[in-house]
């Protein structure tokens, strides 16, 4: 499946690149070694270095009213109470150039992050940080939350003033309950799902910098493991073969990511060209022991105890960039991403949703080779006209047992960006791409597939794209942006599965500052999305049908600052954001529209600031915000709603939320004054 | 007439040590062009706040020796170039100095040039052949050196940076389904690399697979049973900027799942609105739709996971 040697201009790349590492001791980055300048008599006496130590802090209080685990989803705000609001920053410096700068953010709340880099100048630096996500799913009858936290630390060593020597680990933990379901044959229900994941990633190398080269390598890893091997669940439904009264679902394998890597690039003395490029193998791999084959112990035949599954990945990229001529530029890149299965395919005899045996089947294994080429000019034929041309290509192999084997996707599009005077920039971009595919292997398709359908990445696909972006800064004080964009895929030559999908983007700002105190915004966005799917045409005893959907979104912001006196400042912030999701199906010339999803966000915020001295400020935040959601899946639907289907009785998103925080901020610091001159 | 090998890795030695001895070729720049003071000089005159905030960062630590300030280092003129002109006008015309942001009439590729100078290895590997070298993006478009903190160090920020340009990206930011960012607990440096990258959309790992199983490991796999669009690339079913369906997908299932399995049996069924409440519920559109059997979508480790369905 992989190139078993490297392209030529890749090794050169490289091979260039480790010439110049091994050369490279006496080579800072910078003109700091034998300056051009006699710099003996640049004191910078007048140089304001920082030696001390200075203080933002922020603490206070926030009330909210109403909220839930709408607008706690990733808030952690998600009840009605109180809360602490606490935030620092700030930074020491000492004389010999140790320094550490901290920037601490919501720490009274699960979802509170911070920052801390430390270090002395031009020897080494270390930078720790924390970040807390917290997850909260619907409002149910259970609690559905969980909080990803995250650990990072990153330590360099700088040894020379061109190598520095890096390594980082990093831990995230996912503790909590999601959102799984389980079924029996022809009955489901919806679960709780236990979630205990921790993710330690490792990595270390070395990088290398010249005036016209650099080179980083590093090994990075990266290890999942999940303190849960599965959910056993009862059935809540009368058995439909005897002893079928519990279910059993595998949680996500333990698993390893291991790779290595080279980066590079060097400057060429023609043409202003610099050539990069990137190499990166490594395998993942997980073993972990199976489950029983059911919960019915007699079908448990499997005889294997784990899958020792094993990916080789692999990327081997090269690019170019060169000006040969003052107004005209080139770039390109050559991608090449391997995905190689070589885990062993297995027989598995399974037993249907521990009801009753369903016979062996055979474990699909799924690789492919990807190369991608991409590439374009641009040339300024006046100082108000610059256009452009560029292209891609995407070659896709797939690996034995997949029913396709190839697709290939070529793209052109052109460009102009014209400035017709200088405070105005108008650009337009316009192209097609064609995708083909090759033929169907019918002997792959799963016997209860269709060979006719085509899925998003398979399918024979014509795309038409069109974008313009136009910067006018029509006075001094008031600027206007716009950008607009449509894209079109036709999928005509697919019998079944996707047959069209459009795209229609634009968004547009006004920012105007008539003076320093004084700045105000209004931002707006649009985008529809619309998709046509062929259903079951060509399907012997279906009916073909078609299913429609189109999402529309709007988003208005309006907003200001104000300075009105040097005590005060004033920050207004509203928005508007709905949402709208149609879907229609036909079948047999009948048209039957669901009905529509809808949200809204309404959310509308207040800042004042009130500096009661330099250094004790008084701040007041107000927010409020509803959110409402209709959503068809969810409305209406309690645990016995579907006959064949126990839910939890999830609720959509909805919230109306009144916050007000009151926070006293206090700088404080001491200069000792600036460090004698370098 | 067979190429000699050893000729031919004369000729590759040869181009190594001209590459070699371009990259470590000292730069060219006279003393006198130089200002007479460094930094001093500059200060004279530029003295206010929005100059002197490099004073708090990185960029201006006299102990640094890879740093403007370092010990002999060029100061002002590391990045803005040799002054010298400049202040023996008194100010006034820059006289060849580099301005650096989107609005200064230096040259963006030498603006960029001067950044590169010492950020090859931590930001510029991949610049020259990216999408924002080709778009003519200044690195001072993004960046704000002479503030005290960087805004795009910061995730609420940096979205608000971004976004200036990437227009559509803030619409995306309010979908119903979306990642993080608005919230600040994301930024768009998370997944994508500004600096440019060999991956697709400048992501900041290989692949799309890849950058999304960065946090979300427990999709990687390999399973016992594979989901093939899964294993390819997790943007086959999820736009990861925003949906107005749950989970980020591009559709809502089953009309999602259906865009491929549309073989005999239950898949080729068309569901309409006459299986929501008040019709014959149905357990193939309510709820999570095919997700409420098919559960484990993203891959199977249960020997009987062969339909996804433990």
Redesign the interface.
């Known amino acids: 499946m992989h190139p078993t040697t490297l392209p030529h201009s890749l090794s050169l790349t490289l091979g260039a690149a480790l010439v110049l590492a091994g050369a490279g001791q006496a080579a800072p980055p910078a003109a700091a070694t034998d300056p051009p300048a006699d710099t003996s008599d640049w004191k910078c006496a007048a140089c304001p270095f920082f030696t001390g130590y200075a203080t933002d802090t922020e603490a206070g209080v926030q009330y909210a009213s109403g909220a839930n685990a709408a607008y706690g989803r990733y808030t952690g705000i998600d009840h009605t109470g109180a809360y602490a609001d606490a935030a620092a920053s700030g930074q020491v410096v000492t004389a010999d150039g140790t320094y550490a700068d901290y920037d601490l953010e919501r720490l009274g709340l699960a979802s509170r992050d911070g920052t801390v880099d430390a270090g002395r100048e031009g020897h080494y630096d270390v930078r720790l940080n924390f970040d807390g996500q917290p997850t909260r799913l619907y409002d149910a009858p259970v609690k559905l939350e969980s909080n990803r936290r995250t650990v990072d630390l990153l330590a360099r060593y700088f040894a020379t003033p061109s190598w520095t020597l890096f390594g980082e680990f990093q831990r995230q933990e996912k503790n909590g309950t999601g959102l799984t379901s389980g079924a029996f044959l022809t009955e489901a229900l919806q679960l709780p799902l236990p979630v205990g994941y921790v993710t330690d990633s490792l990595e270390a190398g070395a990088s290398w910098a010249g005036r016209h080269a650099s080179l980083r390598v590093s090994y990075s890893g990266s290890w999942f493991s999940d303190e849960n091997a599965g959910l056993e669940f009862a059935n809540p439904y009368a058995p439909i073969v005897p002893g079928s009264t519990a279910g059993e679902l595998a949680d996500p394998p333990s698993n390893h990511l291991q790779q290595f890597s080279a980066a590079g690039n060097v400057e060429l003395p023609w043409w202003a060209t610099t050539l990069n490029s990137t190499v990166s193998v490594g395998t993942l791999r997980q073993d972990q022991s199976f489950l029983p084959v059911s919960t019915l112990a007699a079908t448990n035949v499997l005889g294997i105890n784990s899958l020792n599954g094993d990916v080789h990945l692999s990327h081997y990229a090269a690019g170019l960039a060169s000006r040969p001529l003052p107004k005209l530029t080139l770039r390109g890149n050559a991608v090449y991403d391997g995905r190689d299965d070589k885990t062993p395919v297995l027989s598995i005899p399974y037993v249907v949703t521990d009801t009753f045996p369903g016979g062996t089947a055979v474990t699909p294994r799924y690789s492919e080779d990807r190369v991608r080429l991409d590439g374009g000019a641009d040339y300024s034929l006046a100082r108000w006209l610059r256009v452009g041309v560029g292209g891609k290509f995407d070659d896709n192999h797939y690996g034995p047992g997949q029913v396709y084997t190839n697709t290939q996707e070529t793209e052109s599009w052109g460009r102009a960006t014209v400035l017709p005077i200088d405070s105005l920039s108008i650009a337009f971009k316009a192209g097609d791409g064609l995708r083909k595919v090759s033929s169907f292997d019918a002997a792959a398709v799963p016997v209860q597939e269709s060979v006719l359908v085509r899925d998003y990445n398979y399918a024979p696909r014509d795309r038409t794209f069109s974008s313009l972006t136009g910067t006018w800064a029509i006075t001094a004080t008031l600027a206007w942006t716009i950008e607009a964009a449509l894209i079109k895929d036709d999928f005509r030559s697919s019998p079944l599965g996707l047959q069209s999908d459009h795209e229609q983007r634009a968004s547009s700002t006004f920012a105007w500052t008539p003076r320093e105190s004084f700045t105000t915004y209004v931002d707006f966005g649009y985008q529809r999305l619309f998709t046509l799917e062929n259903g079951s045409t060509g399907n012997a005893g279906t009916t073909p049908w078609l299913a429609a959907q189109t999402d529309r979104f709007w988003n208005l912001s309006v907003g200001g600052r104000w300075v009105p006196q040097e005590r005060w400042t004033v920050s207004l912030d509203y928005l508007l954001a709905p949402s709208y999701s149609d879907t229609d199906t036909t079948t047999g010339g009948l048209q039957q529209a669901f009905p529509q999803n809808f949200t809204k966000l309404d959310s509308a915020h207040l800042d004042v600031l009130y500096r009661w001295t330099p250094a004790l400020q008084l701040r007041v935040r107000y927010t409020h915000e509803t959110y409402h959601e209709n959503d068809w899946a969810l409305d209406s639907v309690g645990p016995t709603t579907v006959p064949n289907y126990l839910a939890l009785g999830l609720m959509p998103y909805r919230d109306n939320v009144n916050m007000i925080g009151v926070t006293v901020r206090y700088q404080f610091g001491r200069n000792f004054g600036a460090k004698p001159s370098p | 007439m067979p190429r000699s090998p050893a000729r031919a890795g004369a000729r590759?030695a040869l181009?190594?040590a001209?590459?070699?001895g371009?990259?470590?070729?000292?730069?060219?720049?006279?003393?006198s062009?130089?200002s007479?003071?460094?930094?001093?000089s500059c200060?004279?005159c530029h003295?206010d706040v929005a100059v002197?905030g490099i004073?708090?960062t990185v960029h201006?630590?006299?102990?640094?020796?890879?740093?403007?300030?370092?010990?002999?280092?060029?100061?002002c003129?590391?990045c803005h170039g040799?002054g010298g002109a400049h202040v023996k006008a008194g100010g006034g015309p820059l006289a060849g100095m580099i301005e650096f942001g989107a609005k200064s009439p230096t040259p963006v590729?030498r603006q960029n040039a001067q950044c590169l100078?010492?950020?090859?290895?931590?930001a510029?590997?991949?610049w020259?052949?990216?999408a924002h070298?080709?778009s003519e993006v200044p690195c001072a478009g993004c960046h704000s050196l002479h503030q005290p903190?960087d805004p795009m160090q910061?995730a609420t920020a940096q979205i608000e940076v971004c976004t200036?340009?990437h227009?559509?990206q803030?619409?995306d930011?309010?979908?119903?389904s979306h990642h993080?960012l608005r919230?600040?607990?994301m930024a768009c440096t998370s997944c994508h690399s500004p600096h440019?990258s060999?991956?697709?959309a400048q992501l900041v790992k290989?692949?799309v697979t890849?950058t999304c199983?960065?946090?979300h490991?427990?999709?990687?796999?390999?399973?016992?049973?594979?989901h093939?669009?899964v294993?390819?690339?997790c943007s086959?079913?999820h736009d990861p900027h925003g949906?107005?369906?749950?989970a980020l997908l591009?559709?809502?299932p089953p009309?999602l799942c259906?865009?491929?399995?549309?073989?005999?049996?239950h898949?080729?069924?068309?569901?309409?609105?006459?299986g929501?409440?008040?019709g014959a519920?149905?357990?193939f559109?309510?709820?999570?739709?095919c997700?409420?059997?098919?559960?484990?979508i993203?891959g199977?480790?249960?020997?009987?996971?062969?339909?996804l369905?433990?």
């Open positions: 590759l181009l190594f001209t590459l070699a371009f990259a470590l070729a000292p730069r060219h720049a006279a003393a062009d130089f007479p003071q460094g930094a001093d200060l004279g003295s002197t004073f708090r201006a630590r006299p102990d640094d020796p890879r740093g403007p300030f370092g010990h002999g280092g060029l100061q003129e590391s040799p590729a100078t010492c950020h090859q290895a931590d510029g590997h991949d020259a052949s990216g070298a080709a903190k910061n200036t340009c227009q559509a803030h619409t930011l309010f979908k119903p993080p919230e600040g607990k440019g060999t991956a697709p290989n692949t890849e199983t960065g946090c490991a427990e999709f990687r796999g390999p399973f016992l049973w594979e093939q669009p294993a390819e690339d086959n079913c949906s107005a369906q749950p591009k559709i809502r009309f259906q865009t491929c399995h549309e073989g005999v049996g898949p080729s069924i068309v569901n309409t609105p006459q929501l409440p008040g519920p149905s357990a559109l309510l709820g999570g739709g997700l409420n059997c098919h559960s484990q993203h199977s480790n249960h020997p009987s996971g062969r339909a369905m433990r």
